[in-house]
C-alpha cells in the first residue's frame, strides 16, 4: 500500500502542491486526475523520490523511500526516455537490469511482452525506427517487466490507436487483479472512469474531489440527461430547463434546472433538431470534471509547468542536479585538502592529487550533463502544457 500524507511542494513563489494525501491500495486502479498544472506531476515525482516534499511522508507498506523499494516500482513516464540509437530488445533488457533481473530471465520475458503487443518482429530494430504508439508500448513493457507491486503510469494511453488502448485497458486489469498497486495519471477522463476504482482530482495544487467512482458519481448524479441527436445542437445550453451543458457533434451531456418534465425537454429539443437517444443517466467522469474544475485560469495552468517557474529554479530544485552537484563539491574539496597536506609535506612526486583532480574533472562533467538533461525534460514538459492549451 502506498500512503501518502499531507505532501507540500513550493518553488519559489509558486506553491505546486499543497497538502496533498493520498492511499493507494493493492488490487486497486488509483485515478489521479486534473488538468494541466494542477500537481499530478509534482505530486508523482515526490511518490518516486525524485523530488522531495517540502512537507509530508510517504510510505510504501509502511517503510520509507530506498534502493530495495525502488527496485519494486514500475514507473512509466509522460515524456519517453528510451536509448533511440539501441536495438529494441536490448533496450528492454538493460532496464530490466537496472531492476536486479538477470540477462536470461530478462531477454525471455522481453520477448514474451513483445509477442503479446506484436512486437516481436522488431525486437533487433532500432527504437527510433518505431512509431510513437509502439515506443509507447515498449516503454510500457520497461515499466512491468520486473514485476513490480507498485506501478506508477503518467498518461500510459498517449500514441496508442483504439485496438492497443483496449490490449493495455487488459493488461491493467490483469495487473490489477495480481494484487498490484497501481497510480494512473491521465487527461483521458473516459479512460479513467472505466478503468479506476477511486480518483482523487487536485486543482490548482490542491484535493477538490475524491472517492470511489460510485460515491463521486452519487454525489453528482441528480437530473442528468444524455441526449444524442442529429443536427446543430448549439442553442441547448441557452434553454431555461438547462442548468449545464456539455454539448459534442452529437450528443450532449445536460444538467437540469430543478424537477423539469422529460416531456418538456423533449419538446424544446426536438423542435430544432432530430433526437436519436434521450435518456437519464449517471453523469460521465468528464462532466463531473467540467462541474468541478471549471474553465481552466491560464496563469493558474502554469503552477506546476516549469514555465510558470525560473528555469534555474525548476532545474537546481531536481534531486539528481543536488545529488551530482554534492558529489561534484565533495570531489572538489577533498582534492584541494590533500593538494595542501602534499605541498606542506613536500611530496612533489605524490600524484594523487592529480587523480583527484581528475575525479573533480569527471563530477563536473556529470553534473553538467545531469543538468542539461533536467532542463531538457522541463523545456519539454513546458512545450506539452503549451501544446495542451
Same mark, same amino acid.
Request: net charge positive.
Given at each position: 500500500?502506498?500512503?501518502?500524507? *499531507?505532501?507540500?511542494?513550493?518553488?519559489?513563489?509558486?506553491?505546486?502542491?499543497?497538502?496533498?494525501?493520498?492511499?493507494?491500495?493493492?488490487?486497486?486502479?488509483?485515478?489521479?486526475?486534473?488538468?494541466?498544472?494542477?500537481?499530478?506531476?509534482?505530486?508523482?515525482?515526490?511518490?518516486?523520490?525524485?523530488?522531495?516534499?517540502?512537507?509530508?511522508?510517504?510510505?510504501?507498506?509502511?517503510?520509507?523511500?530506498?534502493?530495495?523499494?525502488?527496485?519494486?516500482?514500475?514507473?512509466?513516464?509522460?515524456?519517453?526516455?528510451?536509448?533511440?540509437?539501441?536495438?529494441?530488445?536490448?533496450?528492454?533488457?538493460?532496464?530490466?537490469?537496472?531492476?536486479?533481473?538477470?540477462?536470461?530471465?530478462?531477454?525471455?520475458?522481453?520477448?514474451?511482452?513483445?509477442?503479446?503487443?506484436?512486437?516481436?518482429?522488431?525486437?533487433?530494430?532500432?527504437?527510433?525506427?518505431?512509431?510513437?504508439?509502439?515506443?509507447?508500448?515498449?516503454?510500457?513493457?520497461?515499466?512491468?517487466?520486473?514485476?513490480?507491486?507498485?506501478?506508477?503510469?503518467?498518461?500510459?494511453?498517449?500514441?496508442?490507436?483504439?485496438?492497443?488502448?483496449?490490449?493495455?485497458?487488459?493488461?491493467?486489469?490483469?495487473?490489477?487483479?495480481?494484487?498490484?498497486?497501481?497510480?494512473?495519471?491521465? *487527461?483521458?477522463?473516459?479512460?479513467?472512469?472505466?478503468?479506476?476504482?477511486?480518483?482523487?482530482?487536485?486543482? *490548482?495544487?490542491?484535493?477538490?474531489?475524491?472517492?470511489?467512482?460510485?460515491?463521486?458519481?452519487?454525489?453528482?448524479?441528480?437530473?442528468?440527461?444524455?441526449?444524442?441527436?442529429?443536427?446543430?445542437?448549439?442553442?441547448?445550453?441557452?434553454?431555461?430547463?438547462?442548468?449545464?451543458?456539455?454539448?459534442?457533434?452529437?450528443?450532449?451531456?445536460?444538467?437540469?434546472?430543478?424537477?423539469?418534465?422529460?416531456?418538456?425537454?423533449?419538446?424544446?429539443?426536438?423542435?430544432?433538431?432530430?433526437?436519436?437517444?434521450?435518456?437519464?443517466?449517471?453523469?460521465?467522469?468528464?462532466?463531473?470534471?467540467?462541474?468541478?474544475?471549471?474553465?481552466?485560469?491560464?496563469?493558474?495552468?502554469?503552477?506546476?509547468?516549469?514555465?510558470?517557474?525560473?528555469?534555474?529554479?525548476?532545474?537546481?530544485?531536481?534531486?539528481?542536479?543536488?545529488?551530482?552537484?554534492?558529489?561534484?563539491?565533495?570531489?572538489?574539496?577533498?582534492?584541494?585538502?590533500?593538494?595542501?597536506?602534499?605541498?606542506?609535506?613536500?611530496?612533489?612526486?605524490?600524484?594523487?592529487?592529480?587523480?583527484?583532480?581528475?575525479?573533480?574533472?569527471?563530477?563536473?562533467?556529470?553534473?553538467?550533463?545531469?543538468?542539461?538533461?533536467?532542463?531538457?525534460?522541463?523545456?519539454?514538459?513546458?512545450?506539452?502544457?503549451?501544446?495542451?492549451?
Amino acid at each position: 500500500m502506498i500512503i501518502a500524507e *499531507h505532501l507540500r511542494k513550493q518553488y519559489a513563489n509558486v506553491l505546486a502542491v499543497d497538502d496533498v494525501s493520498l492511499q493507494v491500495e493493492p488490487g486497486k486502479i488509483f485515478g489521479l486526475i486534473g488538468p494541466n498544472g494542477a500537481g499530478k506531476t509534482t505530486t508523482i515525482r515526490m511518490i518516486l523520490d525524485i523530488t522531495t516534499p517540502d512537507k509530508g511522508t510517504i510510505t510504501f507498506d509502511g517503510a520509507r523511500f530506498d534502493r530495495t523499494i525502488q527496485n519494486r516500482i514500475g514507473y512509466l513516464p509522460e515524456e519517453r526516455g528510451l536509448y533511440k540509437k539501441n536495438k529494441l530488445l536490448d533496450t528492454i533488457v538493460y532496464f530490466a537490469s537496472l531492476r536486479g533481473m538477470n540477462g536470461v530471465q530478462a531477454k525471455q520475458k522481453a520477448l514474451d511482452w513483445l509477442r503479446r503487443f506484436e512486437l516481436e518482429s522488431y525486437a533487433k530494430r532500432k527504437v527510433e525506427e518505431l512509431s510513437k504508439g509502439n515506443q509507447q508500448k515498449v516503454q510500457f513493457i520497461t515499466a512491468i517487466l520486473h514485476n513490480p507491486e507498485y506501478i506508477v503510469l503518467d498518461e500510459p494511453f498517449s500514441g496508442l490507436d483504439p485496438v492497443n488502448q483496449i490490449l493495455l485497458k487488459d493488461i491493467l486489469q490483469e495487473l490489477k487483479q495480481q494484487g498490484k498497486a497501481i497510480i494512473f495519471s491521465t *487527461h483521458q477522463m473516459d479512460s479513467a472512469e472505466k478503468l479506476c476504482d477511486e480518483i482523487c482530482l487536485v486543482n *490548482h495544487g490542491k484535493i477538490v474531489l475524491e472517492g470511489s467512482m460510485k460515491e463521486v458519481k452519487q454525489k453528482f448524479g441528480t437530473n442528468s440527461v444524455h441526449v444524442e441527436f442529429s443536427g446543430d445542437g448549439s442553442f441547448i445550453p441557452a434553454l431555461p430547463q438547462v442548468k449545464k451543458a456539455t454539448v459534442y457533434e452529437n450528443y450532449a451531456e445536460l444538467q437540469l434546472n430543478g424537477d423539469i418534465s422529460s416531456r418538456e425537454l423533449l419538446f424544446s429539443i426536438n423542435s430544432k433538431v432530430e433526437i436519436r437517444k434521450f435518456e437519464y443517466v449517471e453523469p460521465s467522469l468528464n462532466s463531473i470534471f467540467l462541474d468541478v474544475v471549471g474553465v481552466p485560469d491560464e496563469r493558474q495552468e502554469r503552477r506546476e509547468s516549469p514555465a510558470g517557474l525560473t528555469k534555474r529554479e525548476s532545474v537546481a530544485g531536481d534531486k539528481r542536479v543536488r545529488n551530482a552537484l554534492f558529489m561534484f563539491v565533495a570531489a572538489l574539496l577533498v582534492t584541494l585538502v590533500l593538494s595542501v597536506i602534499t605541498l606542506k609535506r613536500g611530496d612533489i612526486s605524490w600524484n594523487m592529487p592529480e587523480v583527484l583532480l581528475a575525479v573533480s574533472a569527471f563530477s563536473l562533467v556529470k553534473y553538467l550533463r545531469i543538468r542539461k538533461t533536467v532542463a531538457g525534460e522541463l523545456q519539454r514538459s513546458a512545450e506539452e502544457v503549451s501544446h495542451a492549451k
